[in-house]
């Protein structure tokens, strides 16, 4: 008999054990004699036909089962069955989607116990979390989405799913992962090739089985177990339409570049170091527990947790008094035990990795503070940690640690705390507390980040979008932002086995598409490695373009014989001496580039000739190199005061654009005309679609607007349209005005400041294009123009880590080729495909697609209540 009275368990308040029983669990897995195979085409396979690898718990040691190590044929099988299901499956009534949804979302529930015991068993995250927080929250993504399945018809017309998903997930939330990817996807109409973690793939087999149950069509939904050379292999297909990838910052760069250039669509979502920044008049208490729940869920294995505590100076000693008692009394130890706060680390190389990140943190003169604990003797644990005294450069400021360690430093201003918390290269989340609403939500709309929480933290729902700003990824999980990651406009669908023949460059941009990738090839001749420096890179161009016979501006040399492999057309002045005898040339200026509001010279010193389409003379521009871009790039950074204009402002702004170019409309066309030798009608019709389109985009300032997301929680949910900031414009080939146009005007719309590169060979439009920007109070440095060799300038973007979005119109040389250089600083890059496109055609030319690739949705979550 206990001992132990009612009076002991009052006077000592501790804890006794309460462990959730995991028979179920073991059940399901001696059911399957412990050992899986991958679910490919609707059925299991066998599970010892390869190399195999044990999933271990990491509380105890134990190995639970044996699993299929995927290798590159599996994931041939696997996305060939995904590719058969494709079409029957995309073409599946909406409603039939949404019943196997709604199918799945109520399986998950009726078996949420044992999702949640066996996530807790293969992860070390405890049984709390995932009862109350991972199965719930997968199941509401399946909820939430068989709603989208439901009503895609109606609001994403002109909208088709993308097509085959390869989707890698990482194992801090492996079945919530898991819903957050497969649940829009299905929902969309795609199939799935599902990697999960190779820590935590339980969960994912235990959702195979159920997907059969509820007898989701063969195929649609395939899962291939293993490393990390599996998911390699998967994002490598060929037949793969769209990789979707949750996890660490340098496996996302990877992906980029391996990636680029074959026109998969991809979101990232990675790492973060998220501040959490709490002024002198937050309510403590409530701010305590935030940062409890924001650094210690999950272990601090949670790729947006609050890791970078932020107290404003006057309360930072008693905060961290404050928040060192609440740390005492948390618990760590056994994960299936229903009071332990704090379970065991998913392995040994996470734990490693912290306990190494902790050292530096010390050696780095950091003070480090741990509550006095007794952590079990076996399984992987660690306590709870406060690092204070931190300079904000230090490697634990920097580094996303992944586990139970909170850094913090004080501040003194929100100005202060502002340019601390974007003291980083993340952007995933934050987290600011304060009782002034006001002081909350303005330092919310400055921060750079995907998610914002207001006197709260770690917020999720399936109708809200998750994801981040900067090196912490892009694209949107949640929410109707998260549905477009799985959808494509109609007129950009190309099914993938046409994508080669459809990107050759329709006949009137054939030329001028072929001669951009002759340049790149030129350049390469000339060996101008990305990494060279500005002289070496300017002697090239200085070599580029005495090769190419270009003259120095304003002195006109007859070209030198002309290098076959020379891109940009160059004819000799002659052809225009003759042709001017009998009618002087319509266009005989030099445009300069347009940079911060001024004309200037390209640095280079160096221009080159512009033709028309049948190759007669019409002048030369100036030949623009990195360091032009640099500053064109600066000029933009610094008209920041575009961004902060009202939305009616920059409307008003537009419309003034095109009165001025209304006034100018017959000497443009004309001027078209003279560009393309389209005929008198070309240019009139260009210079009205272009009219139009700026008055669309007017009208668009004010109105694409955001939303207020209804999640389930008592609060706001603010989905706000934010501009990238400085977007870099590759413009079209064809068209040279209303091309442009057509990518400036929505980026401008949405308060984008813009650096475009116009097309090379119609770069002459740059001089009346800038007229019509200084006549028409468009701000100094809000649109620069750089003309010059397309795919060299177009790398210069990409590298810039000041441009924060790229869109690129060219050659699918060139399209590889900066989606290779954005991998460096993670830029989202957007190819636009311009071939065969009509760009009068306003469903092709113009709308929503485009506004929505001009801005980057945050979410702010503001509680209310008493
Ligand atoms: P990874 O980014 O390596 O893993 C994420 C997923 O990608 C896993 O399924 C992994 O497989 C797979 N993978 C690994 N390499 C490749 C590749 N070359 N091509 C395609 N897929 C690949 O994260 P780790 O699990 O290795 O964790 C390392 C660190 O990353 C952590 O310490 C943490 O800092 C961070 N991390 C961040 C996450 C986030 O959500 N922000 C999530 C997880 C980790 P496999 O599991 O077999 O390696």
Redesign the pocket.
Known sequence: MSSITVKDVFNSMEYGPAPEARNLADEWLMAHGSSFGHYIGGAFTDPNAGEVFDSINPATGQVLATIAQGSAADIDRAVKAARAAQDDWAATPGHVRARYLYALARQIQKHSRLFAVLDTLDNGKTIRETRDLDVPLAARHFYHHAGWAQLLDEEFRGYRPVGVCGQ?????FPLL?LAWKVAPALAAGCTVVL??????PLTALLFAEITRHVGLPDGVFNLVT???????A??AHEQVDKIA????????R??RR?TAGSGKKLSL????KSPFIVFEDADIDAAIEGVVDGIWLNQG????AGSRLLVQEGLAEKFYARLKRRMQTLRVGDPLDKGVDIGAL?AP??LE?IERLVEQGKREGATCWQPDLTLPEQGLYFPPTLFTDVEPSATISQV????PVLVATTFRTPAEAVELANHTRYG?AASIWSSNLDLALDVASKVKAGVVWVNSTNMFDAAAGFGGYRE?GYGREGGREGMYEYLQPDWTFAPRKETAAAAQPAPAASRADDLADDVAAVVDRLDLDADSDDDQLDDGFASFAADAGFGFEDELQPAAAEPEEVALPVTEPASVASSAEAEPPAIDATPKLYIGGKQVRPDSGYSYAVTSEQGAFLGEVGLGNRKDIRNAVEAARKASSWSSATAHNRAQVLYYLAENLSQRADELARFIDTMDDGGASLGEREVEASIRRIYTYAAWADKYDGQVHATPLRNVTLAMNEPWGVLGVVAPTDHALLGLLSLILPALAMGNRVVAIPSSPRAAIMAPLYQLLDTSDVPAGTVNLVSGNRDELARVLAQHDDVDSLWYCGSRSGAKLVEEESTGNLKPVWVIRSSGRDWFDPAAGEGREFLRRATQVKNIWVPYGE
């Open positions: 890698i997930i990482p194992w801090n992962m990697k999960p973690a190779e820590f935590t293993g490393d990390g050379d599996t998911g390699a998967l994002v990838f949750t996890g660490s910052t340098e496996v996302g990877i992906i391996e979502e990675l790492g973060g294995e949670v790729c947006c998913v190389v996470q990795r996303e640690i992944f586990g995933l912490s």
